[in-house]
């Protein structure tokens, strides 16, 4: 009888979103992806790849408090991390007029993609859970923002050669841009 419920409990979980799902590991290929900026274009992960190092962060939600502290401070790093050579690009769970608020109250100089239904994150292995919406005031005026799916925190660096060379699953969002820095002015390929 314990075998039967066993059997029948591993049958249940295994139809829960993210059940089984395996995150890439440093040096495995990166999952491409393409996915709608904020910019109304789409962005396509292979026209980066082999050129620059690509940073790849997850973040929960547009306009929280930790997401836009981590958002900031690429913004602040971006000089610095393109002279490493360095692409980065911010994806969540929000749509499109969400994010493009997002950048416009925080000035960001990067791109920011809508991943609402959470197929880019479960590609990386990153935790999803239910969406949800916010409101905030941007230059006088109440918005309300919606994420289809909230994202875990992590972010992911691909290496020239497609793979993964770096990846953090216990980002502190105030100094993610200065670790990721850091890692690449150390980084030798070998």
């Known amino acids: 009888m314990k075998t039967s419920y066993a059997a029948f409990a591993i049958l249940i979980f295994a139809f829960l979103p993210g059940f089984g799902q395996q995150s890439v590991k440093v040096g495995d290929k990166a999952p491409e992806f ?43 790093q971006r ?6 050579g360095v692409e980065v690009v911010g994806i969540s769970g929000d749509n499109i007029e969400g994010l493009k608020l997002f950048k416009r109250a925080e000035n960001l100089n ?45 972010t992911f660096i691909i290496g020239k050669d497609g793979k993964i060379i770096y990846k953090n699953d216990s980002v502190n969002p105030e100094k993610d841009s200065m670790e990721v820095l850091a890692f690449i002015k150390n980084y030798n390929p070998g």
């Open 110 to 154: 990067f791109p920011l993609l809508s991943d609402v239904d959470g197929k880019i994150a479960e590609a990386y292995g990153v935790p999803i859970s239910e969406g949800g919406s916010m409101v905030r005031t941007i230059d006088g005026t109440e918005h309300e923002l919606l994420r289809g799916v909230t994202e875990k925190r992590w």
């Open 79 to 84: 000089e610095n991390l393109r002279a490493a």
């Open 34 to 76: 393409k996915a709608p900026a904020d910019d109304g274009s789409t962005w396509n992960l292979d026209k980066f790849l082999g050129k620059d190092y690509i940073v790849v962060y997850f973040y929960p939600a547009a306009m929280s408090g930790g997401c836009t502290k981590e958002a900031c401070a690429y913004r602040d």
